[in-house]
């Protein structure tokens, strides 16, 4: 699998998300480290993301601004695929959601477009579990319907 184009930052930030109610349920930790590993992280960062595990981070004290167009819309995009995968996306996930949507900075059209293409790869055969979820799909399918926010190829 190639690696996710993720910062630490980003990863905390879904974190919040998912503890938006409260608790961290098993479903989402899994999730969540399943994709720090995917992101490749330094033993550093990934230490940080597992912390998260524990204690919800606070969403509005990380800095978001780094990230790029792609990487904000990935993040999006997992942060929305944590809240639906129990099943039940409820008050407090939707509100995190709404501040992630703030935080990032994106265009309503190009959050929507991430949330879609959540749902593209949740409908896919196991895409609704842990180990379904085919975060290579999810790449690719933002890089689809996300075409302007993807890297350019250097021109030699």
């Given at each position: 699998?190639?690696?996710?184009?993720?910062?630490?930052?980003?990863?905390?930030?879904?974190?919040?998300?998912?503890?938006?109610?409260?608790?961290?349920?098993k479903?989402?930790?899994?999730?969540?480290?399943?994709?720090?590993?995917?992101?490749?992280?330094?033993?550093?960062?990934?230490?940080?993301?597992?912390?998260?595990?524990?204690?919800?981070?606070?969403?509005?004290?990380?800095?978001?601004?780094?990230?790029?167009?792609?990487?904000?819309?990935?993040?999006?995009?997992?942060?929305?695929?944590?809240?639906?995968?129990?099943?039940v996306?409820?008050?407090?996930?939707?509100?995190?959601?709404?501040?992630?949507q703030?935080?990032?900075?994106?265009?309503?059209?190009?959050?929507?477009?991430?949330?879609?293409?959540?749902?593209?790869?949740?409908?896919?055969?196991?895409?609704g579990?842990?180990?379904?979820?085919?975060?290579?799909?999810?790449?690719a399918?933002?890089?689809?319907?996300?075409?302007?926010?993807?890297?350019?190829?250097?021109?030699?």
């Amino acid at each position: 699998m190639t690696p996710l184009d993720l910062p630490a930052s980003a990863l905390l930030a879904i974190a919040a998300v998912a503890w938006a109610d409260g608790f961290l349920r098993k479903s989402e930790a899994q999730a969540l480290l399943r994709v720090a590993r995917a992101a490749e992280l330094s033993p550093e960062d990934y230490a940080r993301v597992q912390a998260a595990l524990d204690t919800a981070p606070a969403l509005d004290a990380l800095d978001l601004e780094p990230l790029t167009g792609q990487a904000r819309a990935l993040a999006y995009a997992i942060a929305t695929w944590l809240a639906k995968l129990d099943g039940v996306t409820n008050t407090e996930e939707l509100a995190n959601l709404k501040r992630l949507q703030e935080k990032l900075g994106l265009p309503k059209a190009k959050l929507d477009a991430a949330a879609s293409a959540t749902f593209d790869v949740m409908v896919l055969p196991g895409g609704g579990t842990v180990d379904g979820f085919d975060l290579g799909a999810l790449a690719a399918r933002l890089t689809e319907k996300l075409p302007s926010l993807s890297p350019r190829p250097k021109s030699p």
